[in-house]
């Protein structure tokens, strides 16, 4: 049974939601057992997606969704709270370990910690960053190149 959601991964999946970008949360991965936080829907054709490719999402985060989800067979997003972290900001081996698992069924994971999240100011920031991180999963299969995205910032 998945855990309940925290106010911070409620946080990012409302701002998915006004990105207009299509998930489920805490989504059970079946080959592994393990739910995950935010798991993006698939988007293989704009005319067959429908309502999840409205207005309200911008073309770049649309672009980078699909890419995504179609590229890498799906696109997981971990929101990491304080408990999944040391003193020092350091990954916890167990929670490591479920990352480099979902890896290996084919998931792309992308990490948003609590203290960069609690760092912006306003939906606007919080909608840029995620369009960021979708973009650099593009950049990381081969698809774009490296000034397609906003940031050079490789710690996203």
Excluded at 23 to 50: M, Q, S
Excluded at 62 to 74: D, N, S
Aim: hydrophobic letters at 45%.
């Amino acid at each position: 049974e998945p855990a309940r959601s925290s106010k911070l991964h409620e946080d990012v999946s409302d701002e998915l939601t006004r990105m207009g970008i299509a998930h489920k949360n805490e989504l059970c991965v079946p080959k592994l057992g393990y739910h995950v936080d935010i798991a993006i829907l698939p988007i293989t054709d704009t005319a067959e997606a429908g309502p999840l490719l409205d207005e309200k999402m911008s073309a770049r985060a649309r672009e980078a969704a699909r890419a995504a989800t179609v590229t890498y067979g799906g696109l997981v997003i971990e929101v990491d709270g304080p408990s999944h972290y040391d003193a020092a900001r350091r990954l916890l081996p167990a929670i490591a370990l479920i990352r480099r698992h979902l890896a290996l069924v084919g998931c792309a994971v992308v990490v948003v910690p609590y203290w960069k999240w609690d760092a912006f100011k306003g939906h606007a920031q919080k909608a840029a960053y995620l369009a960021e991180l979708l973009c650099r999963l593009r950049r990381a299969g081969g698809l774009l190149k490296a000034d397609d995205c906003v940031s050079d910032d490789d710690n996203l």
